[in-house]
């Protein structure tokens, strides 16, 4: 059976239209570039100053000048480019990327989104998260639906300081798909196995569930 | 032209305790390590650090950090170096969080001669505290001040001896706007070449901003 975070990668990549330049978070969302279906062309941003982020180079063959926004080598493929990252940051509150793809802390029915403090305990800075949030055209965050206690993450209001207020467009978790809208959440596609009793245990905000919800692919 | 190119200790000479210090670099990925070394080795104290993050524990301003030669830092950024938490919480460093965008386009004020500029970026979160919020066109935005310092220590790749500069890679990142920013400009490049050896066309940071060069 395959994962949480690949059914995720695997749903968010299937977002992405030809020719989208994306934004993809550390961790989870990174995973997304593996499932890009092979007859779109996506262009990755990376926020410290890249276009066209290619893959993971191979063992001795890194450029100790070309990372991602991790921090970790990548390569750039034909066609991608360097900039400063005040350009970069111009692309990105511009509205020049179609789609970024976060994790979150808390979500809630609003579209607010928390992901970089929990106070007291994890202040490691918000680093682009809040100009991305804000910029790019779609805010997708991507997510496993409930915390490792299986705590809520979706909730009807958030507790924890905001990275941006009411900007969240698509939440994807291992069991459904997820559209903010303002009339509140609504569930479009549940994974396979999953059933409305189950992610509703799970979810503390309203869901609202239409008549025709499908499965998650 | 100047020849703008001097040695390591000379530099020195420029970097006292209590200065405002831009540093480039993302994860140490452009930062000017050499001269990071060198002031860590000097122990000029009481610094505030303008650098996107902390580096890592034992590296570059890292280093400067765990040494108690920095007082505040202002960055976006500080998770890839646990002991600037530490710190933060323990009340022995100041910290000025801001948001990655928001940082770069401060700086870019700061040598563009800018009395600040509109970011929707941070609206309705912990980040418009204490700043003053302007509506246009229906939308709101935060009002957001330049950032300038005394010294900006720069990473190039190339830089001919009058100061034009060329990057490479993601290492570009923050050098080319605090190289704008600061009253004196100190670069440090992997290769010094003669004036004339640039191409113009390829030059990103132009010589005019620079003060001093030396040799990573």
Not at chain 1, 19 to 48: M, W, Y
Not at chain 1, 92 to 101: D, E, P
Not at chain 2, 88 to 102: F, S, Y
């Amino acid at each position: 059976m395959t994962n949480s975070r690949e059914i995720i990668a695997r749903r968010v990549a299937r977002l992405f239209k030809d020719g989208d330049v994306v934004n993809l978070g550390i961790g989870l969302p990174t995973l997304v570039a593996d499932f890009v279906p092979k007859d779109i062309n996506v262009i990755f941003q990376s926020e410290n100053g890249l276009l066209g982020l290619g893959p993971t180079p191979l063992a001795g063959q890194e450029n100790k000048d070309v990372i991602n926004a991790g921090g970790q080598p990548v390569t750039v493929l034909p066609g991608g480019c360097f900039f400063d990252s005040a350009m970069s940051f111009a692309i990105i509150r511009g509205k020049h990327v179609a789609a970024t793809v976060l994790g979150a802390l808390e979500v809630d029915e609003k579209g607010n989104l928390a992901n970089w403090v929990i106070p007291g305990k994890m202040v490691p800075g918000m680093g682009g998260a809040m100009d991305l949030v804000v910029g790019a055209r779609k805010v997708i965050v991507a997510m496993e639906h409930t915390t490792k206690k299986g705590e809520p993450k979706i909730l009807k209001k958030c507790t924890l300081p905001l990275t941006a207020c009411e900007e969240v467009d698509i939440i994807v978790t291992e069991l459904g798909f997820m559209e903010v809208t303002p009339e509140g959440i609504v569930l479009r596609e549940m994974a396979p196995g999953v059933t409305v009793e189950e992610i509703k245990a799970k979810t503390e905000a309203e869901l609202i569930i239409p008549d025709n919800l499908t499965v998650m692919e | 032209m100047i020849n703008k190119v001097v040695t390591l200790e000379e530099t020195l000479s420029f970097i006292q305790d209590g200065q405002r210090i831009m540093v480039g670099g993302f994860l140490n990925v452009g930062a000017p390590l050499k001269l990071l070394e060198a002031i860590y080795e000097k122990g000029t104290k009481d610094l505030t650090v303008i650098s996107n993050d902390t580096s890592f524990v034992d590296k570059g301003v890292g280093k400067l950090l765990a040494n108690n030669q920095i007082k505040k830092v202002i960055g976006s950024y500080i998770g890839s170096n646990p002991e600037t938490g530490k710190r933060m919480n323990d009340g022995r460093l100041e910290v000025e969080l801001v948001p990655q965008g928001t940082f770069a386009e401060r700086i870019r004020c700061g040598g563009a001669g800018l009395g600040g500029f509109l970011t929707p970026t941070g609206v309705g979160t912990i980040v418009e505290e204490g700043k003053e919020i302007l509506e246009v066109n229906g939308k709101k935005y935060l009002l957001e001040l330049p950032l300038k310092a005394d010294i900006a220590l720069i990473k190039a790749y190339k830089a001919d001896t009058f100061g034009n500069l060329v990057y490479r890679g993601t290492a570009r990142n923050f050098n080319p706007l605090m190289a704008m920013a600061a009253d004196l400009v100190i670069v440090e490049a992997e290769e010094i070449v003669e004036v004339g050896a640039l191409n113009p066309e390829e030059i990103v940071t132009p010589g005019i901003f620079v003060d001093k060069i030396i040799q990573g």
